[in-house]
């Protein structure tokens, strides 16, 4: 539709690769073959992406923000500004449910952004081995869980939607392509 799509893989495991390469390189080509760019933290990753017939640019890139980039940016009030649009900040958290990924920062980040009182969502979308410590942390945080709660029901019933039971893994990837390619 001509809108740029920027893909950024901070990496995968050996074992999704080859379940691409072996099963689902028609769904992965489907999904991100629409992509303008992708940018990976490896080579091998780039080298990868080649392997399923990639054909656009994909650049080495590393995930550190320079300090010169954020010097005079103030977060409070790029946040407040986007409320005063009706534009909450939104973070995704799209990635396996692992402590190394940085899981348990994004919720101590979130919960002192809504401690200050700010415009602020979070979607956690993943499984893994802190899967435990995203649920314990919602169980010690009860306010923060229902107020996010009660933000999703409250769009849901707006739109007269009742969320769909838990799909199995089959179910989520043929979804998945069909949000993907339409």
């Known amino acids: 539709r001509g809108i740029p799509v920027l893909v950024f893989f901070h990496g995968w495991r050996e074992d999704f690769a080859a379940q691409v390469t072996r099963r689902w390189q028609w769904l992965f080509r ?6 303008s760019r992708f940018i990976v933290l490896a080579s091998a990753f780039r080298a990868q ?3 399923w017939d990639v054909r656009v640019p994909v650049d080495l890139g590393i995930t550190a923000v320079s300090a010169e980039l954020m010097q005079g940016f103030d977060a409070e009030a790029a946040f407040r500004a986007r409320a005063a649009g009706d534009h909450p900040v939104r973070i995704l958290f799209l990635a396996r449910l692992e402590r190394a990924k ?11 952004l809504c401690a200050r009182g700010l415009p602020v969502t979070l979607t956690v979308a993943g499984s893994g081995g802190a899967r435990s410590d995203v649920e314990a942390f919602r169980v010690a945080h009860p306010a923060m869980a229902a107020r996010i709660d009660a933000l999703v029901a409250a769009k849901w019933h707006a739109a007269g939607v009742t969320p769909a039971p838990r799909s199995s893994d089959a179910e989520f990837l043929r979804r998945v392509h069909l949000d993907l390619t339409g």
Request: aromatic residues 10%.
């Open 30 to 35: 489907e999904g991100f073959g629409r992509a």
């Open 49 to 51: 992406l080649e392997s």
């Open 102 to 112: 940085g899981i348990l920062e994004t919720l101590e980040a979130f919960r002192l």
